[in-house]
């Protein structure tokens, strides 16, 4: 037998209804005070009293529905995807959309789903007039906290011969721990006593080392994997690669072959991203880059020869001191070079050629750092020599912004994970430079100085609180930013990204046209004056030729008329010899001797001869 009771209630005693609208204001009632009441007012003790407005009312007997409840949690990613599909996997998500989309069945129950979806909308959009949807919100100020950084921790190198910490990598769960590779990167430095051992930290616990790692050579880089946080990839100093499971302990797991390995250090290895998530690439400066598959470290799965005449001479390569890879664009890799070049390349080109795109003359010494902007892609970040630049892959003939030359050489540099318009640079003299290029440009915003000695190595936590430096004296030193460097400015991306980028790369392009229209003209400038010297030097060979000629005609003529000249200077001379001697022709020899008549004759005959070879 149920035992229930219905309460109604009528309208009426809910109290008038409220019916809102603009009118003028109006005087209802205007009563006016009694003084005659005023004599029968009493003052008494102030006292607290409870009221109860609604009438009292009492159940006795209720029968309710019992009601079980169960707690249990969720652990809620992101769901519609299935199993075999990598939600954080960019283009595993893009092929399933595609397949989805071609599929009749989404289109028809997409069309389905759009009524009720609309009509929820809808009704989840209706304003309640007496609720205060922003009574709890904050407009939310730029900090004005001076920027600031107070170490944390220091790590430093358990053995006696202390080396150089030369990269640094966070784990990717929770970034607790720190792993930190550990070389001498000075010339034939390297002793037989020396220590091969690098270390995993923790980071409340800096008295000792939570993890030793022993490579058969000295780790130069090292970097966790980003899908697998038990998995560590390193490139030790003789060119081999090397990877740790910490799970299985501190010798590694596999070690690539020596002969299939560099040449020459290994100063950086990334993760690439993949469906098995175990592929990487490094770049040494034996001038190669190579792809590798940590199932299989006997060979690389692919070596692209950084020769910029592209014919794969290993000879002419430039030696790779840094690499750079975007997630968000698989395609896409940049490698930093001894040289100064920056070599931008494609990762899915199918030949040597095709992978080399094109190269940025950045500095005029080793690129240490090259790192795209995590906001914005198109912008990186390199750091050579005494100076770091900022570049838009719009403009490949020079940077669209650079900072002042340092006194002391740059070594590394890394943008903040959190805010757009950020970095840190490390330096030889052991100072950290802050730089926000939304507050200033000239200078940092602020300058630590860590410690006495270099600092090589820098690397920044992924919600951007946590910085740690690694330095020539194997001290890692962890410390602490400000909120001001950590928390995200209001309209910091549109204005890091509209009024420096876009405006800085405008100007570039600008700039370059114009040296581009005075190179052409002066180019154009000199091959008209080398037309003309060109008219110049054949009318004046024509001019030597034709003064040549005549200078032959002229001595030609003059000695045609020596010659004859000659000749009758000769005549002359015989005729005035015929003239003086007469009786040599006359032939009187009655008055001379015999002997001189014969002479005489022999003298005419002669005479007559000579006559004769003249005429």
């Not at 922003?134 to 939310?140: A, L, T």
């Not at 009187?588 to 006559?611: L, R, Y």
């Amino acid at each position: 037998m149920e035992i229930f009771h219905v309460y109604q209630k009528r309208r009426g005693d809910f109290g008038r209804q409220c019916l809102f609208s603009d009118r003028q204001a109006e005087l209802l009632v205007d009563i006016l005070p009694e003084p005659s009441l005023g004599l029968h007012f009493m003052e008494k003790t102030p006292r607290d009293r409870a009221l109860q407005v609604g009438w009292d009312t009492s159940g006795h007997h209720l029968n309710t529905a019992c009601f079980q409840s169960v707690s249990c949690g969720i652990n809620h990613i992101e769901g519609g995807w299935p199993r075999d599909i990598n939600p954080q996997d960019m283009e595993q998500t893009i092929r399933f959309r595609k397949k989805v989309e071609k599929d009749e069945s989404y289109i028809s129950s997409v069309l389905h789903l759009y009524s009720p979806v609309e009509y929820y909308t809808r009704q989840n959009n209706t304003v309640n007039i007496y609720q205060d949807y922003f009574e709890d919100e904050e407009e939310v100020e730029g900090s004005q906290e001076t920027p600031s950084a107070k170490t944390i921790n220091v790590f430093r190198d358990p053995n006696d011969v202390k080396r150089t910490v030369s990269c640094l990598s966070w784990h990717p769960d929770g970034n607790q721990k720190l792993a930190a590779a550990y070389s001498c990167l000075q010339f034939q430095r390297t002793s037989t006593v020396m220590c091969l051992d690098s270390y995993i930290w923790d980071i409340e616990n800096p008295n000792g080392p939570e993890l030793t790692l022993k490579p058969a050579s000295a780790l130069v880089c090292l970097d966790y994997n980003p899908k697998d946080s038990h998995t560590l990839l390193g490139g030790c100093y003789n060119g081999q690669i090397t990877y740790w499971d910490t799970r299985r302990g501190s010798q590694p797991v596999e070690t690539s072959a020596l002969e299939q390995s560099h040449r020459d250090p290994v100063y950086k290895i990334i993760w690439l991203q993949s469906k098995t998530g175990t592929d990487a690439f490094s770049a040494s400066t034996d001038g190669q880059v190579l792809w590798w598959d940590i199932r299989k470290l006997s060979e690389p799965t692919e070596r692209l020869v950084l020769d910029l005449s592209k014919k794969g001479n290993q000879d002419e390569a430039l030696g790779a001191v840094s690499l750079e890879f975007e997630p968000t664009i698989p395609t896409k890799f940049m490698v930093g070079t001894e040289q100064g070049l920056i070599i931008s390349g494609n990762r899915k080109a199918k030949t040597q050629t095709e992978k080399i795109v094109c190269t940025f003359e950045g500095h005029y010494g080793p690129v240490y750092a090259l790192q795209r902007n995590p906001f914005f892609p198109k912008n990186f970040l390199t750091v050579g020599d005494w100076v770091t630049r900022i570049w838009s892959e719009d403009i490949k003939e020079s940077s669209i912004m650079s900072t002042k030359y340092q006194t002391s050489r740059l070594m590394d540099a890394c943008w903040s994970p959190v805010r757009p318009s950020v970095f840190f640079t490390v330096k030889m003299d052991g100072v950290l430079d802050v730089w926000d290029i939304l507050f200033k440009q000239n200078d940092p915003t602020l300058s630590v100085k860590v410690c006495d000695e270099a600092l090589y190595s820098l690397r920044v936590q992924d919600n951007g609180r946590f910085l740690v430096c690694g330095s020539q004296q194997g001290v890692a030193t962890l410390l602490d930013m400000s909120s001001g460097l950590t928390t995200l400015q209001r309209n910091e991306k549109n204005l890091i990204l509209l009024q420096m980028f876009e405006r800085e790369t405008k100007r570039e392009k600008i700039l370059e046209a114009r040296q581009r229209e005075i190179r052409l003209k002066e180019r154009s400038r000199s091959q008209q004056s080398r037309e003309e010297e060109t008219v110049q030097d054949d009318s004046k060979e024509n001019h030597d030729q034709l003064i040549a000629r005549a200078e032959r005609e002229f001595f030609s003529a003059v000695e045609a008329d020596i010659r004859t000249t000659d000749q009758a200077r000769t005549f002359l001379e015989l005729e005035t010899t015929f003239v003086e001697q007469p009786a040599c022709f006359a032939g009187d020899s009655g008055s001379q001797e015999e002997d001189t008549a014969s002479s005489c004759c022999e003298c005419q005959c002669s005479f007559v001869c000579k006559i004769y070879m003249y005429i």
